[in-house]
């Protein structure tokens, strides 16, 4: 008996009608894999996409800052933490009102848990803490340091998010593209995009977000947030690496009150000594020498000084923030440029390792996963007395005017990026004035 071939002939030519459709599926998965790829979200900023969208609720009318149209095209997760930046503070149900003429802190970190849950620590015993705002500036998005903030309750506390920090791109500025130059190669002869630093290194995007974040989170603390664009008094700045002592608040309270009297020509004041190994002499004496980073405060008088040497801070070869304004910023100023102090510390510098180590479970950067810091009674309250003199430190080693910088920063398009934070919200002020 013959087996009739029609319904397998049916079948084929059904088979055929398909192929349009499976040749279509699979150039859409191509093109969603070279997208994925190209992409500039990092695979940790996926990973963690859909559990910042649980944790963070957006007003209605939250809209975003006003940018530099200059400034680098923003992907997914960065256009998200940037509206997040706009959330007002935390724990206004905890601590409705903040104290008059307080003083803002900010705690600017990057991604080294072991250290931010120690400065957490420290500044969850500060006097006076529950008094102020404290704004935590992060250098990108980190799960684990983002779960050490949510979890303050000792003041108000508001996080921002540097919105173009290389830790949230992949393959493009300002992270790095496959066509950048890398370590010493030669543009030209390898057709590789860059600039060299005056050493012959292409950049890092590891290295240059220390000095972007620092930039960023001056201008927006300045200029871009609302609980802080029109604050008149001193802001301090800690960094994630600062211990601090339960008598800071209360000191550097007492320091911006008695600078305009006791140390007119001081532009800030200092917790700790300019020499970050130092201690303090512990005598009755006030201290002006030369501005330290280590708990600096200073008020929007000397910011706008700051920020007129925009030029001088992006375009000097240095990745660091700090060699920078001794080398450059400060000396444009046309005269010493001093910070008033106690006599005996208020925060130390405690941290053993650089910047992107130490964030690992398993590391030396703190002895036996802790912070081992001796404070006295005298640490407890504040100890400025009004009554004392000052005396002037004029003679000091550190770096100054003529130094040519340690390179790391010699890239035309970070040079841009950093002239564009400068502008960014100045830019918008003058659109919404027109």
Known sequence: MAISKKPRIKEEASCLRCLPLVFFTLLIVVLLIFL?????????????????????????????????????????????????NQLPPRNMDLYPN????????????????????VVIESLSRVIGISETLLIVSHDGYFKEMNKIVNAIRF????????????????????????????DKEDSLKNHCRGNPDQYGNHRSPNIVSLKHHWWWM???????????????????????????????????????????????????ANLAPSDVKSRGEDRESLIAERMGNVGYA?????????????????????????????????PSFGGPVYSIRGPRTSAVHFGKCGLHQGQGEKTSCIDNGMVKMEVEEKDKIGNIK??????????????????RGWGGWGDNRDHQMCMDFADMYHHQYHRESQ
């Not at 969208?53 to 009318?61: I, K, Q």
């Not at 903040?98 to 849950?117: D, E, S, W």
């Not at 200073?298 to 920020?307: L, M, Q, S, Y």
């Not at 009004?386 to 770096?399: A, H, I, P, R």
């Open 218 to 268: 001056m201008n927006t603390v300045w200029d871009g947030l609302q609980e802080t664009r029109q604050h008149s008094g001193d802001i301090l700045f800690i960094e994630e690496d600062h211990y601090i002592f339960p008598n800071a608040y209360r000191n550097i309270q007492k320091l911006t009150e008695l600078k305009p009297k006791k140390c007119p020509n001081c532009y800030a």
């Open 98 to 117: 903040l104290a008059k003429n307080h003083i803002t802190i900010v705690l600017y970190v990057h991604n080294r848990p072991q250290y931010l849950g």
């Open 298 to 330: 200073f008020n929007r008088t000397v910011w706008r000084k700051i920020h007129k040497k925009a030029k001088e801070f992006c375009f000097f070869d240095d990745y660091n923030w700090d060699i920078t304004m001794w080398v450059t910023v400060y």
């Open 386 to 403: 009004s009554g004392w003199g000052v005396q002037v430190l004029t003679d000091q080693n550190g770096y100054k005017g003529g130094f």
């Open 36 to 84: 994925l790829q190209t992409s500039s979200v990092s695979h940790v900023a996926i990973r963690h996409l859909n559990q910042i969208e649980d944790v963070f609720e957006f007003p209605e009318n939250c809209s975003q800052f006003g940018k530099n149209p200059n400034l680098p095209t923003q992907n997914e997760l960065s256009i998200f933490l940037e509206k997040q």
């Open 155 to 182: 003041c108000q506390v508001k996080q921002i998010f540097a919105p173009y920090s290389p830790h949230l791109f992949n393959n493009t500025f300002p992270s790095t593209s496959r066509k950048d130059c890398k």
